[in-house]
C-alpha cells in the first residue's frame, strides 16, 4: 500500500466554481504535510503546508483530521490558471523525506 | 537564476549504457535529493545528502543507481547498465537545511532508454 493515496480526478470544473479533493495516509507517525502543485512537464512548487487546525492562502483551504488520517484541499473561485496536479505530501517528525501521493489532476474550463 | 539546476534536461540513451545527470542546488542549501517520476505517479525518493555524506540511499532501486555529492554543493547521479525501466523524470531538490519546510525542485532531467 502507498504511503500517501489520491483520488487521481480528473476533476473538470467550470470558472468560478469550487472544487475539493482529499488525500489519506498511511503512516500514523506522520507530522507534517503538504500540498504541492505541479504543472504539465514542470517540477513541483510548494501550494501550501497543512496545519493542523486547518489554514487558508487566498482561495485555497487545507484540512488535516489527524483521527482519520486524511488531508484535504479545497479551491474557491477557480481560475484556468487553477489547472495543474495536485500532489499531497506526507513527513514523518525528524525525517526529512517527502512521500508524495500520484497527484489529482483538476482541469478549470472557461 | 538562483533556483535549483539540472543537465540535460532530456537525455536519451540506448540500453546497457551508463549516464551521468547532474544536480546544481540553490547555493547555501545543505540538504540535497533525488526523486524519480514515472507518468501518472508522484516523485518517488531515491536519495538524501546532507552536506558531502549520503544520509539515505534507501530509495536507490538497486546498485545500477549511485549518487554522490563530493563538496557538498553539486551532486551527479549515475546509472549503469541503463534499463527501458530506468525511464523517468528525475527530479532534483534542495533545502536550506534538514526539515525546513520547503523543497526546491529542479525542472528534473527526461531520461528515455531506448
Not at chain 1, 24 to 36: M, V
Not at chain 1, 46 to 62: H, I, K, P, Q, W
Not at chain 2, 27 to 39: D, F, I, N, P
Request: glycine share 8%.
Amino acid at each position: 500500500r502507498k504511503e500517501v493515496e489520491q483520488d487521481p480526478g480528473p476533476f473538470n470544473v467550470p470558472e468560478g466554481a469550487t472544487v475539493a479533493f482529499n488525500c489519506t495516509y498511511s503512516n500514523s507517525a506522520s507530522q507534517s504535510f503538504f500540498w504541492y502543485r505541479q504543472d504539465c512537464r514542470k517540477e513541483p512548487k510548494l501550494l501550501m503546508s497543512v496545519y493542523s487546525s486547518g489554514n487558508e492562502d487566498g482561495r485555497f483551504t487545507a484540512q488535516l483530521n489527524r483521527a482519520s488520517q486524511y488531508i484535504s484541499l479545497l479551491i474557491r473561485d477557480s481560475k484556468l490558471s487553477d489547472s495543474a496536479t495536485y500532489l499531497c505530501v506526507a513527513r514523518s517528525f525528524n525525517d526529512y523525506k517527502l512521500s508524495f501521493g500520484a497527484g489529482t489532476t483538476v482541469t478549470v474550463r472557461a | 537564476g538562483a533556483g535549483v539546476s539540472q543537465t540535460p534536461s532530456n537525455k536519451v540513451t540506448e540500453k546497457g549504457k551508463y549516464v551521468e545527470l547532474r544536480c546544481d542546488p540553490i547555493s547555501g542549501h545543505t540538504a540535497l535529493y533525488w526523486y524519480r517520476q514515472s507518468l501518472g505517479q508522484g516523485p518517488e525518493f531515491l536519495i538524501y545528502f546532507q552536506g558531502t555524506g549520503a544520509a539515505d540511499d534507501s530509495g536507490l532501486p538497486n546498485d545500477r543507481f549511485f549518487a554522490v555529492r563530493p563538496e557538498g554543493s553539486v551532486s551527479t547521479l549515475k546509472i549503469q547498465r541503463t534499463e527501458r525501466g530506468d525511464s523517468a523524470v528525475y527530479l532534483c531538490a534542495s533545502s536550506l537545511t534538514t526539515g525546513t519546510t520547503e523543497a526546491f525542485f529542479g525542472q528534473g532531467t527526461r531520461l528515455t532508454v531506448v
